[in-house]
Structures are given as structure tokens and as C-alpha cells.
């Protein structure tokens, strides 16, 4: 922790190398919560860049009050899909990068793993917003039960219940149910 606010104080007198290592430090969690909430690839992308400059751009104005960085950058990510799920954008498939495939790798494990997470997106769906969010930040973002609370403005206990009620859900549509 201690780091990190070094790491931001540094970014906030201007030190591009700071932001950068906060930049790697929190993209791929960022990515994986936009990814599970957009649905698009590419569309997902073009949002955590955004959610990255909007974050430089304000970094100044983040001030530590007992929340780690990420509940921050978490808290803008989150703001950036609610517009543009509100925006109605479609979601469109994007196509399979080759390229990500091993070649060692086993074909039938790969379109398996797939067509798992194609499930997976398909079943959040289902969800309520609020469940929806809640799986997002706990399982794609990997943040606790107190950084959740602290980004989506709720207690604890009523994040605990969101997620208890969106994998009881879950479980019920996977296993057809």
C-alpha cells in the first residue's frame, strides 16, 4: 500500500513513469471487469483506455481516504460502462484471434474454454445490474467485499448478498435448472 501511494503522489507531481507502473500494475483487472460487463473485446479495450486517461487526466484530484487506488480507477471504469450501456451500444462479436491460440496448445480444450466463457457471459446476462456489477468487481476485478462496497456505494452486507444471490443464480441457469 505504502507503494502504491508513493506511486500516486509520484503521478500526481507529473511523473509519467508512476502512472505508467499504475497503468500496468491495474489494467488487466480493469479490462477483465469492463470485458464481463461490455461483452465485446474490442469495445472493452477502447473503454479501460478510456478509463486510463480519465484517470490522468484527474489523478491531481484523487485524494487517499481510506481506499486503495484501484477502488478509484474502478469507481471510473464503472462510470464509463454505465454510459455506454446507456447508450445502447450492440454488442457485436469480435473475431477469434488466431494468434492467441498456442500451438501447442490442445484445439478441443481452447474452443471447450470458449464455449464455457460464452456460457458464462450469456448467464450474467440474466442477472440484475446490481448482480451483475458485483460479479464483475468480486471475480473479473478480484477486489474484496470492502473494495466492492466502497465502489458501488454499498455496505458490505448488501454486497455479500448481491453476490450470494447473482452464484445461486448463475447456478441455476448453467445447470439448466
Not at 471504469?77 to 477469434?96: E, F, M
Not at 494468434?99 to 490442445?106: A, K, R, Y
Not at 447473482?166 to 441455476?172: E, G, H, Q
Amino acid at each position: 500500500m505504502q507503494d502504491e501511494q508513493n506511486l500516486v503522489h509520484r503521478a500526481q507531481q507529473g511523473d509519467k513513469e508512476a502512472f505508467a507502473q499504475l497503468y500496468e500494475n491495474h489494467f488487466d483487472k480493469i479490462y477483465r471487469y469492463v470485458a464481463l460487463r461490455i461483452g465485446n473485446k474490442t469495445e472493452a479495450e477502447d473503454v479501460t483506455q478510456q478509463a486510463f486517461l480519465n484517470a490522468l487526466r484527474s489523478i491531481s484530484s484523487f485524494k487517499w481516504k481510506g481506499t486503495p487506488f484501484s477502488a478509484w480507477l474502478f469507481r471510473i471504469a464503472h462510470n464509463l460502462v454505465v454510459d455506454y450501456l446507456r447508450k445502447g451500444k450492440k454488442q457485436t462479436t469480435t473475431p477469434l484471434d488466431e494468434s492467441l491460440v498456442d500451438s501447442d496448445s490442445n484445439p478441443q480444450r481452447e474452443a471447450e474454454y470458449r464455449l464455457d466463457i460464452e456460457q458464462l457471459v450469456s448467464a450474467t446476462k440474466q442477472l440484475t445490474a446490481a448482480q451483475r456489477e458485483v460479479i464483475s468487481l468480486r471475480f473479473a476485478g478480484e477486489l474484496s467485499v470492502a473494495e466492492v462496497a466502497k465502489v458501488m456505494g454499498k455496505s458490505q452486507g448488501a454486497v455479500k448478498a448481491l453476490q450470494h444471490s447473482a452464484i445461486v443464480a448463475l447456478r441455476k441457469v448453467l445447470s439448466g435448472v
